[in-house]
């Protein structure tokens, strides 16, 4: 049900972009560390609200549906600000791209899997690639301004979160890879079993 632990940890994924919103436009170093603290918290959440819907066997469809749109709503909304206010450098925009393009793919997959009740699962790198993820886009969230708020405007924060995106959008390229080429078994398997008098009116655009 929607109102289980995990699935309102998922929700408080999504609810948590309007504040991050909001804190990002201030425009001030402690608006921007807790901007940080409300993206990490909300990252966060992407652990336990899996860890204790296995605890609990509470897996829902609900929350299967859900939970991947809320990680890509919150990682979405996070890279659009920090494009949008010029808080990412010229390089740094670049593993921002890849890490956007690479959702919208795998949401591709997904959603033609799901026509062939086929599962697209999580693998271990891309866990390791969302924790990237998470901890580099919270870092160039808080910035050097957050750092300063803080007492560590000696360190190159933002720096080093761009450095930590690049990370990810390596690991990025290789889980979409993993992904794209299993979508692709699929689809040739699924050619195979239709032969030469497949349909082809069935693609959307």
């Known amino acids: 049900m929607p109102t289980d632990l995990p699935n309102l940890l998922t929700l408080s994924r999504i609810a948590a ?3 991050l919103v909001v804190l990002m436009f201030l425009r001030t170093p402690v608006g921007d560390i807790l901007a940080c603290a409300v993206f990490s918290a909300a990252a966060i959440t992407d652990y336990f609200d899996g860890k204790i819907a296995r605890e609990r066997g509470a897996h829902t469809a609900f929350g299967r549906m859900l939970d991947p749109i809320a990680d890509k709503l919150l990682v979405g909304a996070a890279l659009m600000l920090l494009a949008g206010m010029d808080r990412l450098s010229p390089l740094g925009l670049l593993p921002a791209i890849v890490v956007l393009l690479r959702e919208i793919l795998v949401s591709g997959l997904r959603e033609y899997l799901a026509g062939l009740r086929i599962g697209l ?3 271990k790198l891309a866990k390791w690639k969302t924790g990237f993820q998470m901890g580099a886009i919270g870092t ?3 910035g050097d301004s957050g750092a300063s708020a803080i007492g560590l405007g000696f360190l190159p924060i933002s720096w080093l979160g761009e450095a930590g995106l690049w990370v990810a959008a390596a690991l990025t390229l290789l889980t979409g890879w993993d992904y794209m ?3 692709m078994r699929h689809a040739a398997a699924e050619d195979l079993s239709r032969g ?3 349909q082809e009116g069935g693609r959307a655009g």
Do not use: D, F, Q, Y
Request: hydrophobic share 55%; no cysteine; proline share 20%.
């Open 121 to 123: 699962p999580v693998t």
């Open 140 to 142: 160039i969230v808080a």
């Open 196 to 198: 030469p008098a497949r």
């Open 17 to 19: 972009i309007p504040l």
């Open 181 to 183: 080429t299993a979508g």
